[in-house]
């Protein structure tokens, strides 16, 4: 229930102009699910390199579970809503450590190992 209220919280803020009190490593995924259909929202931290958005989240939460093969995805990030594809990547994946290193999403990435699950966003072009 707290989860609930905080995460709609979070999303409003990211769609208000009050979205830089929040910083540039939040934003809202949305992605589809599989079977479903439904579409699922929730707010995750994020690093951003370029075109491409890195995300953590924990394994238990189940939303990451559609990304397993590349899907569409939609993001709120900065006030802005953008489209691109998501997936999970391997946990030794190369050019996502690279990325996370140094950041305070590395350091998170590091404490959790297993019980986490990095994704990648590559980001179409505006």
Known sequence: MLRSIGNRLVRGLLASPLHGLLGAG???I????RRSGKR???PVQCVARGNSLFI???R???WWRNLRQPAPVEVLHRGRHLRGTGRVLASDDTDALEALRGTMLGK???RRGVDSVLLRVDLEAA
């Open 56 to 58: 953590l989240s924990h």
């Open 40 to 42: 699922y929202s929730t």
């Open 26 to 28: 939040i934003l809202v």
């Open 30 to 33: 949305t992605v589809t699910g």
């Open 60 to 62: 238990a939460r189940t």
């Open 108 to 110: 998170v990435a590091e």
